[in-house]
C-alpha cells in the first residue's frame, strides 16, 4: 500500500481542483496541487534563507522581492539587511566604501551611499532605481559620494520615475550638486524624469519617510557639528548605526534596545582620531544595550585578525533577516 502524499495525478484525468483520499493514497490534482508545490518551494526558500542566517552562513543572495510598496504580505514583516558595503575611505581589504540596504514590504532604503555604492549594488542584485530614500551620516565622500552615479544612473539609465527622498545634514544638497557637477557637468539641472526632495537631519526631532521612522544623534569625528549616527524604526524593527565617530556617551541611547547596531570599528588596539577602535567598542558593549552588534568600517590592523573576534564583522555583501 503506498502512503504518503503524491503530487502527480497518475490517472491524469481532468479531476479539477481537489484533494481526495483512496485506499492510504492521497493525490492532489488541479488547483490544490499547483497551490501546494508552490507552497512547498515558497516554503523551501524560506527555509534555506532562514538557516543560513541563523547559522551564520550569509551568502552574497540576490535581493530577494518583497512586494510591491505598501502591499502586506508573508514577507511584508521582515525586514532585510544588505551590507552593500562594508569598508573604510581607503578600500581597505578591497571592500567597498560605507552602504547599507534595508528592504522590507517594498520600502527600500540606503544608510550612507559612499562612492562605490552602485558597484555594490549591482553586485548584490540591488536595483538602484528602486531606492525610495538615503540616509547619509556625513558629508565624507566614502558616505555620501555615490549619490551622483544615484542621479546619473536614475536619470540616463534606468530613467527612473519613482521619487527619491535624500536625508542628510545642513548642506546635503549643496555638497551633492557640488559633486555631481564637478564629476558631470551639466547633470544637475535640466529636465529630470523622477522627483528629488531633500530633508535634513534634526537630533531633536525625528524624520518620518513612508514607514521608516529615523532618528539622529550627534557624534564625534573631526571639527564638524554636523554628524550623526542613525536610528532606524521600520515594521518594528530598530536598526542603529554609528556612522564614523570616536567614543561618546550619545551612543548608549543610540543603541539602545535596538535589534542591531552596526558600528564602526576603524582600528584594533591603536585609536586613531575621530574613530572608534575593537578594544574600546569591547569594553563598552556591556553599556550598548543592542541585541546584536556588527562591526563596519574596518582598516588594515582589524581586518588581519578579522578571523579571531570576539565581535561579528559584516562582509561586503552579507545578508542578514531582522
Ligand atoms: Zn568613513
Not at 578571523?307 to 555583501?317: C, I, K, P, S
Request: net charge neutral.
Amino acid at each position: 500500500m503506498k502512503t504518503g502524499i503524491q503530487l502527480f495525478d497518475e490517472s491524469r484525468k481532468p479531476l479539477g481542483s481537489r484533494l481526495r483520499g483512496n485506499d492510504g493514497l492521497w493525490t492532489l490534482t488541479g488547483f490544490a496541487r499547483s497551490f501546494y508545490c508552490h507552497y512547498l518551494f515558497f516554503a523551501i526558500i524560506s527555509r534555506l534563507l532562514v538557516n543560513s542566517v541563523e547559522n551564520g552562513i550569509v551568502s552574497q543572495l540576490p535581493l530577494v522581492y518583497l512586494g510591491k510598496k505598501g502591499e502586506m504580505s508573508m514577507a511584508s514583516t521582515s525586514v532585510i539587511l544588505n551590507c552593500v558595503g562594508t569598508g573604510d575611505a581607503f578600500g581597505s581589504g578591497g571592500r567597498l566604501n560605507s552602504c547599507f540596504h534595508l528592504a522590507a514590504a517594498g520600502e527600500q532604503l540606503l544608510l550612507d551611499c559612499g562612492c562605490s555604492s552602485l558597484i555594490g549594488m549591482q553586485r548584490c542584485g540591488v536595483i538602484p532605481s528602486e531606492i525610495d530614500t538615503v540616509v547619509i551620516s556625513h558629508l565624507h565622500g566614502d558616505h555620501f559620494g555615490g549619490i551622483p552615479y544615484l542621479l546619473l544612473e536614475g536619470k540616463y539609465l534606468s530613467q527612473r520615475i519613482r521619487p527619491l527622498v535624500l536625508i542628510g545634514p545642513p548642506g546635503l544638497q549643496q555638497r551633492v550638486e557640488a559633486a555631481a557637477e564637478a564629476l558631470y557637468p551639466g547633470m544637475i539641472g535640466g529636465k529630470s524624469t523622477f522627483p528629488i526632495e531633500y530633508r535634513l537631519l534634526d537630533p531633536k526631532k525625528p524624520v518620518q519617510v513612508n514607514s521608516a521612522k529615523i532618528e539622529s544623534f550627534q557624534v564625534k569625528h573631526g571639527s564638524s557639528q554636523h554628524v550623526y549616527g542613525l536610528r532606524v524604526e521600520i515594521f518594528g524593527k530598530v536598526i542603529s548605526y554609528t556612522g564614523d565617530t570616536e567614543w561618546t556617551d550619545n551612543l548608549i541611547p543610540l543603541a539602545q534596545g535596538s535589534d542591531l547596531l552596526i558600528a564602526e570599528c576603524s582600528a584594533y588596539d591603536q585609536p586613531v582620531p575621530a574613530h572608534l577602535d575593537y578594544f574600546t567598542l569591547l569594553s563598552k558593549r556591556n553599556r550598548l544595550s543592542c541585541r546584536k552588534l556588527l562591526l563596519t568600517h574596518m582598516g588594515s590592523e582589524m581586518l588581519k585578525r578579522i578571523d579571531q573576534l570576539e565581535l561579528d564583522a559584516a562582509n561586503d555583501g552579507d545578508l542578514i533577516e531582522l
